[in-house]
């Protein structure tokens, strides 16, 4: 007859128990940041199998297959940093949950890259370098491999720092390195340079002056009115108005193209029709979500938060239509000078691309798009819906007077830019009113060191951000040329 368990026994199996429950945790404790590489993985090896089968059997298939890996890595990257613009301000201001924005971005993203990314793109990155200074496709290739490589690497590089770059700008830098180091300087188209460099600084002065103007709207006619939500049931209405007919302008320029072309003029008198019936809609229900609603601030923030929403899912629509082109341009330029031989500005884009530049958004925002989000909703200043609400429409209107100018901007860079115009424009209204309190003895004086501790807009974020604008373009270029020398003396 077995030996009954003793106490001691127990106590021997209790403590085995906790050992292996430990291992367990630590190996779970591990494990658990290699689950989102280990997935993008997975994704990248089946563009892979995807552009085997697609293209298998064709002549270069194996150059293809390896520029798809590449074109996916650098969807997923896009994914990672870009979307945290348009779903940061939101989910900084508790508009929405961490998990609603990754939702929110990610059908709408692929929706804006399937259904409105164009089928034709300037896979030459807006003409930085001229195709006829390279005389052999084969350099071609090599030359747009480098610049698909290079700028993915530096979108990586700058997500791991945490700092929002502009992925336009890195594809940009990209060809231009490639192009050097493949045909000379003469080759790089230097008066689109030129204005891609001064879109650095146009683009963000440009998002933050107009999202602290509307803020200064918001305060001075909403806020600080005694009846703040007869206030808001007056213009609330025309802000959502303002803001449906900017997307609806931006999205008739970037969306349509398929079916018709559609000239600026065009662009904004479908604007101007779509703003004037969402006021005419917006007007009774926000008259009816008001009912009932306190006389005070935190009433002004609920009114704030659908229309938010709203425009973060539209952002997020137009950022895929527009920049998927970064993902898979240079990827569609293989693909072409592959298939054809020869290579043009402008080709026409499979769709099997365009699906791994639309997936791969989605999974680089769903894997590794919270920190960035986390970064730009609220580690550069403090959000609510209304300051959100003014980035969100910042960056719409930005990107129209922009079109309309024929300025190439960055999405990141007007975005990112709202948001520090908020925080700017904040802590200069609240100085202002620290005097004036001051002046009338209404409060106590501070120290300088006191003053510097309550900055609204913190400024290790604004230098590391900035530096990483700078150094985009030259950095991504320098890359480019590195690799593109490497792969020409491997392949040569």
């Known amino acids: 007859m077995a030996d009954k368990p003793t106490d001691k026994n127990w106590k021997t199996l209790d403590k085995d128990l906790g050992r292996i429950s430990q291992f367990e945790n630590a190996a779970s404790y591990v494990s658990r940041p290699m689950v989102a590489p280990g ?5 990248i090896v089946l563009a892979g199998l995807a552009a085997g089968i697609f293209f298998g059997g064709a002549s270069g298939s194996a150059i293809v297959v390896v520029a798809a890996i590449f074109g996916a890595y650098m969807a997923i990257n896009i994914g990672a940093n870009d979307v945290a613009n348009n779903m940061g301000p939101a ?4 508009a929405l949950t961490m998990g609603g924005a990754i939702l929110i971005a990610a059908i709408f993203e692929s929706a804006g890259a399937l259904l409105a990314g164009g089928d034709v793109v300037s896979t030459i990155s807006k003409g930085i370098i001229d195709p006829a200074g390279i005389a052999d496709s084969g350099i071609f ?4 491999m480098a610049a698909l490589v290079s700028s993915a690497l530096w979108v990586n590089l700058a997500t791991w720092v945490g700092a ?5 700008h890195s594809v940009v830098g990209g060809v231009m390195g490639a192009g050097i180091a493949a045909a000379g300087m003469a080759a ?9 460099a001064a879109s650095w600084v146009i683009s963000p002065v440009l998002g933050g002056v107009i999202a602290a103007m509307f803020l200064a709207f918001i305060k001075a006619r909403i806020v600080y009115q005694e009846d703040k939500l007869a206030a808001a049931r007056r213009w609330v209405p025309l802000l959502i108005a303002i803001m449906a007919a900017a997307f609806a302008a931006y999205l008739s320029l970037k969306g349509l193209k398929k079916i018709i072309k ?19 809609i917006s007007k009774p229900l926000i008259a009816k979500q008001s009912e009932g609603l306190e006389n005070r601030n935190k009433s002004l923030k609920v009114l704030f938060s659908m229309p938010l929403v709203f425009s973060a899912a539209m952002l997020s629509f137009a950022h895929g239509a527009n920049d998927v082109a970064n993902a898979v341009g240079p990827l569609a330029a293989i693909v072409h000078a592959t298939e054809f031989g020869d290579f043009a500005a402008k080709v026409a884009i499979p769709s099997w691309v365009m699906v791994i530049g639309a997936f791969g958004i989605s999974f680089g925002l769903f894997l590794f798009g919270p920190k960035l989000i986390r970064m730009v909703g609220s580690q550069i200043t403090k959000l609510n819906p209304m300051r959100a609400y003014c980035v969100a429409l910042s960056a719409a209107i930005t990107v129209i007077v922009a079109s309309w100018l024929g300025l190439p901007v960055s999405s990141t860079h007007i975005a990112v830019g709202g948001v520090f115009g908020v925080g700017f424009y904040r802590e200069w209204h609240t100085e202002r009113r620290r005097r004036q309190n001051l002046a009338t003895k209404a409060i106590k004086p501070v120290t300088a060191e006191e003053r510097r501790r309550r900055k609204l807009v913190r400024r290790s974020h604004f230098m590391t951000i900035v530096a990483a604008w700078v150094i985009t373009v030259p950095a991504a270029a320098a890359m480019s040329a590195v690799i ?6 491997v392949a040569g």
């Open 164 to 168: 929002p770059v502009s992925t336009t």
């Open 91 to 94: 989910v900084g201001a508790n």
């Open 141 to 144: 290739i090599w030359a747009m």
């Open 188 to 196: 790089v188209n230097w008066p689109t340079m030129g204005k891609i």
């Open 262 to 280: 559609i000239d600026i003029t065009t662009a904004l008198l479908i604007g101007v029709a779509v703003g004037a019936a969402s006021y005419f």
């Open 39 to 43: 997935i993008a993985l997975i994704f």
């Open 484 to 489: 593109f020398t490497l792969l020409h003396a």
